[in-house]
């Protein structure tokens, strides 16, 4: 089954064609990354209207790389949550004419639920059930995969992301967009120990986290040492802040594992690219025996590819649309309203 895939939740237009949910046939990017760094993170219109500009020749870019005429296409897929609520509805009014179009079935996706079937394409053999880490700019949560199209939250962020506090903390430091990846360069070489930060523990979950405590403290930081004159060992501090961010997730993943009994875990989003994150996972799984499948840094960013994965089981799960199909800035990934 051959499904074109369409994604445009942020700042990366993209169009993929997917084999069967786990083989690439093209995958066309067409990043906004620099476009964007001139203000230091995404605006919201510039990239609605980017996405409008790219979407149709990343399609026919799509097609004629997979050596595919529109004939050979069985359905169409598209991100619909959630995400910046100009930029999906570019995508899903794009998919929707072209499934009215070529009269092809219209399949929703949600984002997050993309980053998870990022891993099927990169690893043909993981199948659920599996616990997933997912760490992105918008999102961070602990979920039980328990089959493709079937899942339950165990934990998640009760404010800010992990990935928007790495990419705050960075540009707040003067890095170039996006700061996440930039931070994670410099933590390299750094001193994780130099610059004691806070590690949360809210509510009465405890797979639930909190980072905006953990960001305000080390702008805090940052501002206090501008203020006196001070200065700062800036790889230190990012090694430290990594560190800090580290110290929230893996201890709860290996609670989870404890809890659901799975020895697969998989993690997925953006800031599953970071090294420290990455570095820790690994070692906090190898006394567990657990199988730890860990995404190509390609596969970690947003991409379609990941979307016509996960198209590929929702369309055998009869999760289907119709042209009534809407975009949402919120959802839930279990598909509620938020």
Request: net charge negative; hydrophobic share 45%.
């Amino acid at each position: 089954m051959n499904i074109l895939a369409v994604e445009s939740s942020c700042d990366e237009t993209a169009v993929a064609v997917v084999r069967d949910g786990r083989t690439v046939l093209t995958d066309c990017i067409s990043s906004q990354v620099a476009l964007h760094r001139e203000y230091g993170g995404v605006v919201p219109e510039i990239a609605s209207r980017k996405h409008i500009e790219a979407i149709y020749g990343l399609a026919d870019q799509a097609l004629e790389t997979a050596g595919l005429t529109r004939n050979e296409i069985d359905a169409i897929a598209v991100t619909y949550a959630p995400g910046l609520i100009g930029a999906v509805l570019v995508g899903v009014n794009f998919a929707k004419a072209a499934a009215l179009a070529m009269g092809k079935p219209l399949i929703p996706v949600h984002h997050i639920r993309g980053h998870i079937a990022a891993n099927y394409l990169a690893f043909p053999e993981l199948k659920p059930p599996f616990l997933c880490l997912v760490v992105s700019g918008g999102h961070t949560m602990f979920v039980d995969v328990k089959d493709y199209t079937q899942m339950e939250i165990l934990g998640t962020t009760l404010d800010d992301a992990a990935g928007e506090s790495f990419d705050k903390v960075g540009r707040v430091l003067g890095m170039p967009y996006p700061g996440g990846a930039a931070l994670d360069k410099a933590a390299q070489l750094g001193d994780d120990t130099k610059y004691p930060l806070p590690r949360s523990r809210p509510g009465e979950n405890p797979f639930d986290m909190s980072f905006s405590g953990l960001k305000t403290a080390t702008l805090n930081l940052i501002h206090h040492a501008e203020q006196v004159g001070e200065e700062l060992d800036i790889p230190s501090l990012c090694a430290s802040f990594s560190a800090a961010v580290s110290d929230t997730l893996i201890p709860r993943v290996v609670m989870a594992m404890e809890k659901t009994g799975y020895r697969t875990v998989a993690v997925a989003g953006g800031v599953a690219a970071n090294s420290r994150i990455r570095q820790d996972l690994m070692k906090a799984m190898e006394p567990l025996g657990a199988k730890v499948y860990l995404p190509p840094l390609s596969l970690c960013g947003d991409n379609a590819a990941m979307i016509g994965a996960q198209a590929y089981y929702e369309y055998l799960a009869g999760n289907l649309a119709d042209m009534s199909l809407n975009a949402y800035a919120t959802k839930s990934i279990l598909g509620e309203a938020l």
